[in-house]
């Protein structure tokens, strides 16, 4: 059935778009930092409120968990708008970073309370992982798309970062996991108390950003920017059909949500894994940052570039994960020191790992364009939403196993 239009007409961009595009991305940035709050200090978490290994990954697994109701919010997306959809992906971020700051004197309520306020913030994952593309389309020209997409999605990623930071910055490490002599003299009590002023910090973040929403998001412009924006787009159920029978779409779909679903994972619990090494959470929280960070600058460097030649995106992903494959097995030859006998330094861990996430990162933008133009007329939402469930499926497979991880 042909697809009907709107008579083409001269777009028109409004400088307000950026405030838009701020708030959506202070709400991406602060889901992040909450989400990845416990991996970089799980030595801290462990000891100041008797975590296990097991709590450690379920804390981070509530992430891709909270993508159950996923097709919910993309249902949400198309028929209400952004401010609906946005509205109360932020109230869930406010009730759950409020669950983890309840002073409860009782450890195993807490801990309950605590995986609440975890899960709660993961069912904000959809809507800031989703709704950049459709918030571009929506509110930029098309020499902007790219680049309004890559800052939208990014900073849910810079925010995941900011927690590699704020972390191990904040909370001192126990006894003989940092190698810092300062922090020899910290007791369990003193440890639970920056956790917490970290807790209520957050929540204080993240209520800000709800207010600002609620005081002014709006769902679109009064008038479209480009014909695309005002193009009418398939229905929910027409839109299922058309991806699912879309075998390109679908190879797409798999290379973007293999690769980033467990490097997503895996970099969440990224202390866990170096701490059989030796490797400090100081240390690895660095490691975690640098990566994220690398990523999201060159993430938007190459969507800015992409912006002005088009037709060169399967090109630049190919090349973003060529690299990514020569980094990822540098890592893994320098770890299996016994097989390899290559040096397993500092300088390889960070080197490896950080250019591993660079080229990972970068490449979520580019995939994302490649998404919208592969099933236009799809609504990006939907679109989106589908290849961001896939990759936090196996997002949630590497998690599984990582909870029964012991060794």
Avoid at 65 to 70: K, Q, S, T, W
Avoid at 167 to 196: F, M, Y
Avoid at 346 to 354: D, F, P, Q, V
Avoid at 370 to 377: A, D, N
Wanted: proline share 6%; glycine share 8%; hydrophobic share 50%.
């Amino acid at each position: 059935v042909p697809v009907r239009r709107l008579a083409p007409l001269a777009g028109r961009v409004y400088g307000r778009r950026w405030l838009v595009l701020l708030l959506f991305s202070l709400l991406g940035f602060a889901q992040g930092l909450v989400w990845n709050t416990w991996g970089p200090i799980q030595n801290s978490a462990r000891l100041a409120f008797g975590f296990s290994g097991w709590d450690i990954a379920l804390l981070v697994f509530w992430g891709p968990i909270g993508f159950a109701p996923c097709f919910f919010f993309m249902w949400l997306m198309d028929k209400k708008g952004l401010r609906v959809t946005v509205l109360l992906t932020s109230s869930l971020m406010v009730l759950g970073a409020g669950l983890r700051c309840v002073p409860v004197s009782d450890l195993e309520i807490r801990k309950k309370l605590i995986h609440g306020g975890q899960l709660l913030n993961g069912l904000a994952g959809p809507t800031v992982m989703n709704a950049a593309p459709f918030l571009s389309t929506t509110w930029f020209s098309p020499d902007e798309r790219a680049t309004a997409t890559a800052i939208a999605s990014l900073l849910n990623y810079l925010g995941a970062a900011g927690a590699f930071l704020v972390g191990p910055l904040v909370v001192p490490s126990p006894n003989g996991t940092s190698h810092l002599s300062l922090v020899a003299q910290s007791n369990t009590e003193h440890i639970k108390d920056r956790i917490e002023a970290v807790l209520y910090a957050e929540f204080g973040m993240v209520s800000l950003i709800f207010s600002a929403a609620l005081a002014y998001f709006p769902s679109r412009p009064p008038f479209p920017p480009s014909v695309a924006a005002a193009s009418q787009r398939l229905s929910y159920r027409r839109s299922f059909c058309r991806l699912l029978s879309n075998f390109r779409f679908l190879m797409v779909a798999l290379a973007y949500a293999i690769p980033l679903g467990v490097f997503s994972g895996w970099s969440g619990v990224l202390d866990l894994i170096l701490t059989p090494v030796h490797v400090s959470q100081v240390d690895a929280g660095w490691i975690g940052f640098w990566s994220i960070v690398g990523g999201c600058v060159v993430g938007i460097a190459m969507a800015r570039f992409a912006d002005f030649i088009r037709g060169m995106l399967k090109f630049i992903l190919l090349l973003l994960l060529s690299g990514a494959t020569l980094a990822s097995t540098w890592f893994t030859l320098t770890c299996l020191t016994s097989v390899t006998h290559l040096p397993l330094t500092t300088a390889t861990l960070y080197t490896s790992c950080i250019l591993l996430g660079i080229f990972l990162n970068s490449s979520v933008p580019i995939f994302f364009e490649l998404f919208v133009e592969t099933v236009y007329p799809v609504p990006e939402g939907i679109t989106c939403g589908v290849v961001t469930f896939l990759s936090n499926m196996f997002m949630g497979v590497l998690l599984f196993f990582l909870t029964f991880y012991h060794t």
